[in-house]
T-cell receptor, first 114, second 112 residues
Framework: DAGVTQSPTHLIKTRGQHVTLRCSPI?????VSWYQQVLGQGPQFIFQ???????GRGNFPDRFSARQFPNYSSELNVNALLLGDSALYLC?????????????FGPGTRLTVT | DAKTTQPTSMDCAEGRAANLPCNHS???????VYWYRQIHSQGPQYIIH???NNETNEMASLIITEDRKSSTLILPHATLRDTAVYYC?????????????FGTGTRLTVIP
């Protein structure tokens, strides 16, 4: 079975631009969460979507938004990019919304903002 | 969610047991202890979790003290592939919300 997939693998953007990151969960998983990992730190929670509805939001500005599609894949959008948005963006999927112990993470998208 | 404290780094000889401690002195009665690890350039990987009883699976054992204020993750026979950052996370299971709060973790280096 394929694991969580994310695209693109790497991305370079300029300050002020917009970026869209994509995530495909494991087949059958209905919950998708997004995390930001800055170099040297642990991942920080951004969003969780379950059954296409937002179920949780971390402490991130409104420039960050996300959505989940009917096939349970998800997009993370970041507007007006700042240098500080440079990070590894991780997507995690789980079978049900409340089962945090079995979250399966993708390899991440490395975003560099110049 | 309760805060956790872990050593910044540890070394372990290959083939020996790796014991990774975690302090969570403010843990509440309904909060579980979870362990994830992150191998370089990969996403985090779930290892094990427990409430108050010791737990064991194919990857590791989790020992939780009786007062639940600390725990130890044990990798019984560490291999080079176990070199990673290990995160101890304490949270309550809440229906509809499965966000995880990672700290900075313990960087475990397995030495040949």
């Amino acid at each position: 079975d394929a694991g969580v997939t994310q695209s693109p693998t790497h991305l370079i953007k300029t300050r002020g631009q917009h970026v869209t990151l994509r995530c495909s969960p494991i087949s059958g998983h209905k919950s998708v969460s997004w995390y930001q990992q800055v170099l040297g730190q642990g991942p920080q929670f951004i969003f969780q979507y379950y059954e296409k509805e937002e179920r949780g939001r971390g402490n991130f500005p409104d420039r960050f938004s996300a959505r989940q599609f009917p096939n349970y894949s998800s997009e993370l959008n970041v507007n007006a990019l700042l240098l500080g948005d440079s990070a590894l963006y991780l997507c995690a999927s789980s079978l049900v919304g409340g089962s945090s112990y079995e979250q399966y993470f993708g390899p991440g998208t490395r975003l560099t903002v110049t | 969610d309760a805060k956790t404290t872990q050593p910044t780094s540890m070394d372990c000889a290959e083939g020996r047991a790796a014991n990774l401690p975690c302090n969570h002195s403010t843990i509440s009665g309904n909060e579980y202890v979870y362990w994830y690890r992150q191998i370089h350039s990969q996403g985090p990987q779930y290892i094990i979790h427990g409430l108050k009883n010791n737990e064991t699976n194919e990857m590791a054992s989790l020992i939780i003290t009786e007062d639940r204020k600390s725990s130890t993750l044990i990798l019984p026979h560490a291999t080079l592939r176990d070199t990673a950052v290990y995160y101890c996370i304490v949270r309550a299971d809440q229906t509809g919300a499965n966000n995880l709060f990672f700290g900075t973790g313990t960087r475990l280096t397995v030495i040949p």
